[in-house]
């Protein structure tokens, strides 16, 4: 089983994740941001991943972007040497009248380009939840692409985005009988 625990305690938060990615969807999620919480049970379900969060904190600034941190680095420990991935994952997802896409690069380099084309979703800024995405990257560390193709409702666009996110991981995470480079390491 590829799974870690990560916890991260700052003035501002107290963060403690635990994953297993292969896992079967399985979710238990505390955060005080109840949109964070709906989003991470989404990419949780979606991936097949086992995730526990807990996350308390001063401001939901610090509360999404400690929890990303601490996502990302579970995320990249429960990866171990990444040999055998499948490596790279793609998903179109719709949620209602929103389409959104992800891609995602397993590789160490860390790199993320985020659209989610939501100004605000109950109560949390868009600009706030793309930067969760781009933590997320820089933490496994993975390159991450997401993009809200079109939709109306800000909360279909983040959350077909979301789901996005989390097909294209499991994808990329599967194992295989080869390392995906031309290097022979990811």
Known sequence: MRAARFKRETKETRVEVEVCIDGRGRCRVSTTVPLLDHMLSTLCVHSHLDLSVEARGDLVHHIVEDTSIALGKAIGEALGD????????????PMDEALAEAAV??????????????ESVEGVEGALLSHFISSLAFNIPATIHVSVVYGYSSHHKVEAAFKALALALREAWALTEYTASTKGVC
């Not at 990444?82 to 997802?93: I, T, V």
């Not at 690069?105 to 939501?118: E, F, Q, S």
Request: glycine share 4%; proline share 4%; net charge positive.
């Open 105 to 118: 690069d397993l590789a160490t380099r860390p790199y993320a380009v985020v659209d989610l084309k939501a």
């Open 82 to 93: 990444r040999s055998k991935l499948r490596r790279f994952g793609y998903a179109r997802a």
